[in-house]
């Protein structure tokens, strides 16, 4: 069984990810409110790169590459006053460096006691509810195009 930090950091990095960086931006902007940010430094400045996107037949059977997509990761360390400097990162499919600068921010910001429930309530929740939001809204509209195929047993 993994630790709870550890998921919950899993959690809160897969919303992030999946947040688009104006969302994530107003988000972060509005859950600090004027709290003051310590300063980082890049471990890893956001660069873009491939990587290999893998599926499955079926959804559950062989995996197989399906191509490539373009994604941006960035690695920084916050330069904190009590020494325990939290390394952020962040990985999302697409070019956007801001994104992945933004990201990186929050998740070193949540590893620090003094930000982490402030965010976990401001930022990470309604973002996870809204990303709910979206793909329940998404699933009902991909149900209304279902088609129900049946055969007809005649009598003969």
Known sequence: ME???????REWMAVLARTPRDALKHALDAALDGATVPGYEWLRAPDI??????????????AFNLGETTVTRA???????????PVGIAVHMGRDKERATIAALADALL??????DMLQKRLVEPLAARIADERRRKETQAAATKVEFFTMVRGE
Do not use: H, K, Y
């Not at 590893?111 to 982490?116: E, I, L, S």
């Open 75 to 85: 690695t920084l360390r916050l330069r904190t006053d009590d020494g325990s400097a």
């Open 49 to 62: 790169g491939l990587a290999m996107v893998r599926g499955r037949i079926g959804g559950t059977g062989d």
């Open 3 to 9: 630790p709870r930090e550890a998921r919950s950091r």
């Open 111 to 116: 590893q620090m006691p003094r930000f982490a």
